[in-house]
C-alpha cells in the first residue's frame, strides 16, 4: 500500500485515531478496545458503547479494520463476543497519521509550545 493511498483518510478523528491504535498489537473486541483507548489515554477518553460500534462499522465499511474469524481467537474466549484487527491498509494509515502527528509536535517543539521535557 502505498503512503499515497494511506494519505486520503488523513487527518483520522481521534475517535478513530484511537480505535485503531488500541487494536494495533493485538485483536480486541469492543469492551476490551473501550479499556485500552481508555489506559491509553489514561483515563481523558472514555467511549460510550454506541459511539464506539457506529465508529467500528465506519472503519470496517472503508476497510480500515476488520473482523477476526473466530478460529484465530483466543481458545476460552466468549465465542458471542467479535474481535476486531487492523487491515494492512488500517496498519499503513495509523503509521501515516502517527507521522503527520509526530511532525506536528516537532513543530510544537521548535516553538517551544510544549512543556519542558514532553519531547
Known amino acids: 500500500m502505498s503512503t499515497r493511498a494511506a494519505n486520503k483518510f488523513l487527518p483520522l478523528t481521534h475517535l478513530a485515531y484511537h ?5 494495533a498489537d493485538e485483536e480486541r473486541h ?13 483515563g481523558e477518553m472514555e467511549l ?4 464506539l460500534y457506529a465508529a467500528l462499522k465506519r472503519l470496517r465499511d472503508v476497510g480500515l479494520i476488520e473482523a ?4 484465530a481467537i483466543a481458545a ?8 476486531y484487527g487492523l ?3 488500517g496498519r499503513d494509515v495509523l503509521a501515516a497519521e502517527s507521522a503527520r502527528m509526530a511532525r506536528l ?3 510544537a517543539a521548535a516553538k517551544r509550545v510544549l ?3 514532553s519531547r
Open 19 to 23: 480505535v485503531l491504535l488500541a487494536i
Open 30 to 42: 469492543g469492551y476490551g478496545i473501550i479499556k485500552e483507548v481508555a489506559r491509553g489515554t489514561d
Open 48 to 51: 460510550e458503547t454506541g459511539t
Open 68 to 71: 477476526v474469524p473466530s478460529a
Open 76 to 83: 476460552g474466549s466468549d465465542p458471542r463476543r467479535r474481535y
Open 87 to 89: 487491515t494492512s491498509l
Open 105 to 107: 509536535l516537532g513543530v
Open 115 to 117: 512543556p519542558h521535557g
